[in-house]
């Protein structure tokens, strides 16, 4: 499979715990993208990599929240002492930036339960 | 500022008719792409199609089709012969160059009755 891949696929925690997600991308993009969907609602951008460089982070992402992309290929989004508000599904996408055109992959996304 | 709107939170069609979704859009960038995502029960965002802002013909993969109405900031989703595979959500999406986030409409539910 050479889509974009997430794990956990699904993970409840509970609260004040950290959990961190994993994102790998499909293997020529350079972009890399997280985003959090809630019930009833289109996803959220949260923020995203060039390469390995963190280029744009949202001010959803609170100081609780930390990604990485060390060598420019997977990806972690970790979450620290979350919270009930945390509940939801995070996405990762991936694209290559072609002229003006740029088309996001997404992941099968991670779904957080917080108790 | 982006805004995407989607103004039908849920469509039935039935088995093997056409639908079309609905989605306007606003901003002042004179480039942008929008962009029309599924997502089936499963959680995962699917690419349907894709439509530039310069392009002069509206997009077309297989049997969805897009309604590029530049004037009207419209873009419209058109399913022909809707299939019960079919049903799902359908997002509607923007992208300016200059910003680097993609905005999404809170999405439509698509149901195909057979």
């Known amino acids: 499979d050479t889509g974009v891949s997430q794990d956990p696929r699904h993970k409840i925690t509970k609260r004040g715990q950290n959990v961190t997600f994993r994102c790998d991308p499909i293997?020529?993009?350079?972009?890399l993208y997280w985003y959090r969907q809630t019930l009833g609602q289109g996803p959220e951008f949260l923020t995203y990599?060039?390469?390995?460089?963190?280029?744009?982070k949202s001010r959803l992402l609170s100081d609780r929240f930390s990604a990485e992309r060390p060598k420019g290929s997977f990806s972690t989004l970790e979450i620290q002492r979350t919270e009930q508000g945390d509940s939801a599904m995070y996405l990762c996408?991936?694209?290559?930036?072609?002229?003006?055109?740029?088309?996001?992959?997404f992941g099968p996304g991670t779904r957080l339960l917080v108790l | 500022a982006q805004k995407i709107t989607q103004t039908q939170p849920g469509m039935f069609v039935q088995e093997k008719e056409a639908v079309t979704l609905d989605c306007t859009y606003d901003?002042?960038?004179?480039?942008?792409?929008l962009f029309w995502y599924k997502q089936p029960s499963s959680g995962e965002m699917i690419f349907l199609i894709y439509?530039?802002?310069?392009?002069?013909q509206n997009a077309t993969e297989g049997r969805y089709s897009l309604n590029f109405q530049k004037a009207r900031k419209s873009a419209n989703l058109v399913i022909s012969a809707s299939q019960l595979g079919d049903s799902a959500m359908y997002f509607c999406?923007?992208?300016?160059?200059?910003?680097?986030?993609?905005?999404f409409g809170a999405g439509t539910r698509l149901t195909v009755k057979p």
């Open positions: 293997s020529e993009h350079n972009r």
């Open positions: 439509q530039g802002s310069y392009d002069q």
């Open positions: 999406a923007m992208r300016v160059p200059r910003n680097n986030d993609m905005r």
């Open positions: 996408a991936s694209s290559l930036v072609r002229g003006h055109q740029e088309t996001q992959y």
């Open positions: 901003t002042s960038d004179p480039s942008y792409g």
């Open positions: 990599f060039q390469n390995e460089a963190q280029l744009e």
